[in-house]
């Protein structure tokens, strides 16, 4: 474990000023090409800030961590406003279809979109960005939790314990593979009581079980050009994340936490689509 001497000793070392807007997933463009497939997304090579997005630093008996929180309508401009009606209409009196179950009789606030960005594959490596977008006061919003060095990853984690708490669905992404055992190994590493007692919906199940035979592969940004019709630009690879985020605690340069904040927002935005796409295609089904 470490000592409460070196934790201070890494969060100074690391620690910079956290002022700065946060560009990248603001930049989504108001208005879609002619193309099928519409690009969202900045040219982040044109977007290098020395400061992390505006954010707060939040406590708990963990420690602190830092807290960036977005309005999804704010984020996508004027697509923001039609989606946040689509997604209230749809999940506003939900229903069982098909192997959803569990999310009858929920409400609109009671769903919550996870999305996890770690230092590995494995939970012997620590996690430093927990996403999560949920409907709060008359809007979507994107909450993302991020440990600006190795010692904040259990406040972080304290936190997202009493986010998942007031929920009553999690939507994630591989996440019944990935994510929440990913979330669940390290809260027991640093003794942090997570409970699992929701419903839990993993949108790449689904995927397969409706897509496979039509698309190439279900991976997310490929349900994302076929079934969003969206694709993205200057986003960073996902297998580059780790190296990125060891790079930044080590020299503090935050150029490329802006490029996984971006990922990390966009991956959220998707998952929040395609639970709606299954949705209303789910309805329409049953009308039938």
């Known amino acids: 474990?470490?000592?409460?001497?070196?934790?201070?000793?890494?969060?100074?070392?690391?620690r910079r000023d956290l002022k700065g807007p946060f560009s990248n997933v603001s930049e989504v463009p108001e208005s879609e090409?002619?193309?099928e497939s519409s690009a969202y997304g900045p040219s982040v090579s044109t977007l290098r800030h020395q400061e992390l997005p505006d954010g707060v630093e939040s406590s708990n008996p963990e420690g602190s961590f830092y807290r960036i929180e977005h309005s999804f309508q704010q984020l996508l401009h004027q697509k923001g406003g039609p989606f946040l009606r689509r997604y209230e209409r749809i999940l506003s009196s939900p229903t069982d279809q098909d192997n959803l179950s569990g999310i009858e009789g929920c409400k609109v606030e009671d769903f919550?979109?996870?999305?996890?960005?770690?230092?590995?594959?494995?939970?012997?490596?620590?996690?430093?960005?927990v996403g999560a977008l949920f409907h709060s006061s008359a809007d979507l919003k994107i909450v993302q939790m991020f440990a600006r060095d190795y010692t904040e990853e259990a406040a972080l984690l304290h936190h997202f314990t009493d986010v998942l708490a007031n929920k009553e669905v999690v939507i994630s992404f591989n996440g019944k593979s990935y994510d929440l055992p990913y979330i669940r190994d390290r809260c027991i590493f640093h003794g942090v009581p997570f409970k699992l007692g929701c419903t839990h919906i993993d949108m790449l199940h689904e995927a397969r079980r409706r897509w496979r035979t039509r698309l190439p592969n279900c991976k997310l940004q490929t349900l994302e050009k076929h079934i969003c019709h969206r694709r993205r630009t200057g986003d960073i690879p996902g297998a580059e994340i780790p190296d990125a985020y060891h790079r930044y605690v080590h020299t503090g340069n935050v150029s490329q936490i802006h490029d996984i904040l971006h990922h990390n927002a966009l991956d959220l935005i998707t998952l929040a689509e395609l639970l709606?796409?299954?949705?209303?295609?789910?309805?329409?089904?049953?009308?039938e």
Do not use: Y
Request: no cysteine; hydrophobic share 45%; charged share 20%.
């Open 276 to 287: 709606v796409v299954v949705l209303e295609q789910g309805s329409r089904e049953s009308s």
């Open 112 to 129: 919550l979109f996870v999305d996890v960005e770690a230092t590995g594959l494995t939970a012997g490596t620590p996690l430093f960005l």
């Open 33 to 35: 090409p002619e193309s």
């Open 1 to 14: 474990m470490i000592s409460e001497s070196l934790r201070k000793r890494i969060s100074a070392l690391n």
